[in-house]
């Protein structure tokens, strides 16, 4: 995985395309999921939570890049899956979130606390680095994240945890590997279009899937979240004002985005 320097920062996104021009073509990534609009697939296929399996390896990384922590986990030898008409890869998983509200994609222009998202590659390329300027050559699958859970969520609780006990940037923590399935919610539907990776260069390769259904975490957890966007603990610089690590929507431009329940 390349690990690029995203700036969200003035002139933040709205100018990635001065050196990343792939960021101002039609099909981009996120977009605000319009429910009236969307066409009710005709052979919906059932995710199944356990294709998400154990990794054999996990580390948590702070990339810390633009003073905004993104955390990636990666897994030795991936974890696969039917996910959809080919056999996708996992490789990484990594968060979006805000001060308050942060997540990438909308619907009916709500914005979540924050959302998480799963990275695939199609196997038919070699690799992540062969898939990821491909049509169709990754699937990320997105969940929202919603600070609603009266207790701990138990399963963030083990990425959080190592997060809180501080991180700089460029820090690595070796997690003991766990299913990826645990981090999900009940899954009840989901929303699938054609878009982009939703940071430079902005490469049009990406199935996207948003879940229906947010993850819960407690307030207590997404201040851990709120944490790394606020103070110095995860950086080795002084304090920084909290900025968001979102991208904002984009048009849709004639695309559709189906439905499955
Ligand atoms: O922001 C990520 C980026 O870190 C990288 O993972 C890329 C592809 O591997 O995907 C984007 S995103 O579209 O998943 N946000
Ligand atoms: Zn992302």
Not at 13 to 27: D, E, H, Y
Not at 125 to 134: E, G, L, M, V
Not at 151 to 172: E, H, R, T, V, Y
Request: hydrophobic share 35%; with cysteine; glycine share 4%.
């Amino acid at each position: 995985i390349k690990i690029h320097t995203t700036n969200y920062t003035l002139p933040g996104p709205s100018n990635w395309s001065a050196a990343f021009p792939i960021c101002n073509l039609t099909r981009q990534s996120p977009i605000n999921v319009i429910k009236s609009n969307v066409q009710t697939a005709s052979n919906p296929v059932k995710f199944q939570k356990s294709v998400l399996t154990t990794p054999s390896s996990m580390t948590l990384i702070n990339n810390g890049h633009s003073r905004i922590s993104v955390f990636l986990f990666r897994s030795a030898s991936g974890l696969s899956g039917r996910l959809y008409d080919f056999q996708f890869t996992a490789m990484q998983f990594h968060f979006h979130w805000g001060s308050s509200f942060g997540s990438e994609h909308t619907v009916d222009s709500t914005r979540y606390f924050g959302e998480m998202h799963i990275v695939h590659y199609d196997t038919a390329h070699a690799d992540i680095n062969a898939a990821i300027n491909k049509p169709q050559g990754l699937a990320v699958i997105a969940f929202f994240i919603k600070a609603d859970a009266s207790s701990d969520n138990a399963a963030f609780q083990k990425i959080l945890q190592p997060i809180s006990a501080g991180m700089n940037k460029n820090a690595q923590k070796t997690l003991t590997p766990f299913p990826i399935s645990d981090l999900l919610p009940k899954i009840t539907g989901y929303y699938r279009y054609s878009g982009s990776l939703t940071t430079p260069p902005c490469y049009e390769s990406v199935v996207w899937t948003i879940f229906k259904d947010p993850i819960q975490i407690s307030a207590a957890q997404v201040n851990v979240f709120a944490t790394i966007l606020k103070t110095k603990v995860y950086e080795n610089t002084a304090p920084t004002p909290v900025i968001n690590n979102y991208r904002p929507v984009q048009g849709l431009n004639g695309r559709t985005v189906r439905e499955y329940k």
